[in-house]
């Protein structure tokens, strides 16, 4: 099974509108060249999706989202739902994201909810998931994966799992400079794999799972020629153009 390798940038909450449109001009320039084997997204805070989207045209890269909230539409101030992130462009939405979960208080159901409500938009969730430093050297870091892969994609059917992308970002390395070893990382991605096959059954062969924290253009390859490593969330690195291209090309 050969899955196409996906690589997204996510900015956090890191550049305006102009500053935006200037990476995505550097990007289509750098990145025009790449085909069919690697799909690249970029997810930029929501005042400049807008405009990115229209930057995209014709190009390719897709869009994504941060970040979005379970219900449609309603009473919920400073929130955005999915079928406005569909219609604004966005082919992918990232949902519970360990700074999600840490600073705004995104439970593993509340993913799980998140992620229906992006399928149901019409669009793919990418699903993050990971263990604290405490966790992993508690050696609960399978249980704890475990636990956020079943709240999250439980409910989810077999038929809409080979739209969802998960991403293992071990929260320990984000934004520290410290990468898992290919190693730690394909130990935890061939685990979610066996969950995702325990939920779906042959479907999991088709999810892509990607890595994040600290992936940069000199560790990326060595990451993604991993058998369950399947692309890259990329934090820091993907605010420069010549560093996200570099991680893309590693596998271009
Ligand atoms: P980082 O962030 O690449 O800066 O570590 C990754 C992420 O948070 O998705």
Not at 83 to 93: A, D, F, R, T
Not at 137 to 160: C, F, M, N, Y
Request: with cysteine.
């Amino acid at each position: 099974m050969t899955r196409r390798c996906f690589i997204a940038g996510n900015w956090k909450m890191n550049k305006t509108v102009s500053e935006g449109l200037a990476l995505v001009r550097e990007l289509r320039g750098a990145l025009s060249m790449v085909r069919d084997r690697v799909e690249i997204a970029v997810a930029p805070p929501f005042s400049a999706l807008h405009p990115v989207a229209k930057a995209l045209e014709d190009s390719n890269l897709v869009l994504a989202a941060q970040n979005c909230h379970f219900e449609e539409s309603g009473a919920f101030t400073g929130e955005v739902s999915a079928p406005m992130l569909k219609e604004v462009g966005c082919q992918y939405v990232i949902v519970g994201h360990s700074e999600r979960r840490q600073f705004f208080g995104d439970t593993n159901e509340g993913v799980g909810r998140k992620a229906q409500a992006v399928l149901k938009a019409g669009m793919s969730p990418i699903v993050c998931v990971g263990e604290t430093l405490a966790e992993r050297e508690g050696g609960k870091t399978l249980d704890v994966v475990s636990a956020q892969v079943k709240a999250a994609l439980g409910s989810i059917p077999a038929g809409q799992g080979e739209r969802v992308v998960l991403a293992y970002e071990p929260v320990w390395a984000i934004g520290t400079g410290k990468t898992a070893t290919s190693r730690q990382a394909q130990e935890v991605h061939a685990h979610v794999r066996g969950l995702l096959k325990e939920l779906w059954g042959t479907t999991a062969q088709k999810v892509r799972i990607q890595y994040g924290g600290s992936v940069k253009p000199d560790n990326a390859a060595e990451l993604l020629s991993q058998p369950d490593i399947d692309g890259a969330l990329v934090g820091g690195a993907s605010l420069k153009a010549a560093d996200f291209a570099g991680i893309v090309k590693a596998k271009a």
